[in-house]
């Protein structure tokens, strides 16, 4: 009811009832996917879920892919073990680069999704600059909230990756409303004092798009001049409010911007 038509599935098992659930929203409802979600390898060892370097899973999420019309994968981290030293880094990069080139094969696109922590340095590069400038087939999906929480101005950085952007997250940042701890602050007391500085350094929060202080605007704007098909609102945490009231939020704000047509 609120308009939108287009969906990407993440942190949804994708046993046969919930794809066919996702079929029956395509036929019945006009509903698109625009894209669906798979990890390399285990986010840490033994983790349980399906893989892109699993035989068997590979070919499966592939099938998954094809029973809703979806030509794109995206990666929604890369896992722990690659993180930590320039060459943990390059050699992420090469194993997603060469799933890229098989997915490729099968007529699917893989896109790396990024958070905070592909903003760490190593050997003076960010690690997310540092899969992009050593991979030729991945494409990414630059998440505008996190590139900001990141330390790096989004509407630059998504001009920076023009033409291997496809999908963008709309998710605004904005500061919470810093609150007094119950009883109190004692100073005297350094369980009190950390227990204040934790609320301190928490109050910055995920918000629907137009209720941050992102230029969102710009940031569609430099995706669109980039190459960006699919705009996705997303929100990890709305706080207690109704997440279809937050989807409500954006929508209305997107068309405030001039975006209706989206809709």
């Not at 340095?121 to 909230?145: C, P, V």
């Not at 101005?153 to 940042?173: M, T």
């Not at 227990?195 to 109050?203: A, D, L, Q, S, T």
Request: charged share 25%; with cysteine.
């Amino acid at each position: 009811d609120i308009g939108y038509h287009c969906i990407e599935i993440s942190q949804v098992p994708m046993t046969p009832e919930n794809v066919a659930g996702f079929r029956k929203s395509i036929d019945e409802l006009g509903m698109n996917v625009s894209s669906c979600t798979a990890s390399v390898a285990p986010m840490v060892p033994g983790m349980p879920g399906e893989y892109l370097n699993n035989p068997d899973d590979f070919k499966k999420i592939v099938e998954d892919c094809r029973k809703l019309d979806c030509d794109m994968l995206r990666i929604g981290m890369l896992p722990m073990t690659c993180m930590g030293s320039y060459e943990k880094a390059m050699d992420f990069a090469k194993e997603a680069d060469e799933t890229a080139a098989r997915l490729k094969e099968e007529g699917i696109d893989l896109y790396y999704h990024n958070h905070h922590v592909e903003f760490a340095r190593y050997n003076g590069k960010y690690l997310l600059d540092i899969i992009k400038d050593n991979t030729k087939n991945l494409g990414f999906e630059l998440d505008i909230h996190w590139i900001h929480r990141g330390g790096e101005n989004p509407v630059e950085f998504i001009k920076k990756y023009a033409g291997r952007i496809r999908l963008l997250h709309l998710k605004d940042y904005r500061i919470g409303e810093m609150k007094m701890p119950e009883g109190g602050i004692d100073f005297t007391n350094r369980e009190s004092i950390m227990k204040f500085m934790g609320g301190f350094h928490n109050v910055v929060q995920f918000a629907a798009v137009g209720e941050g202080t992102l230029p969102v605007a710009a940031c569609i704007e430099a995706g669109l001049a980039g190459g960006s098909e699919y705009f996705l609102v997303e929100q990890d945490d709305t706080y207690g409010r109704d997440p279809f009231e937050s989807l409500k939020i954006s929508h209305d704000n997107l068309v405030k911007l001039g975006y209706g047509e989206w809709f």
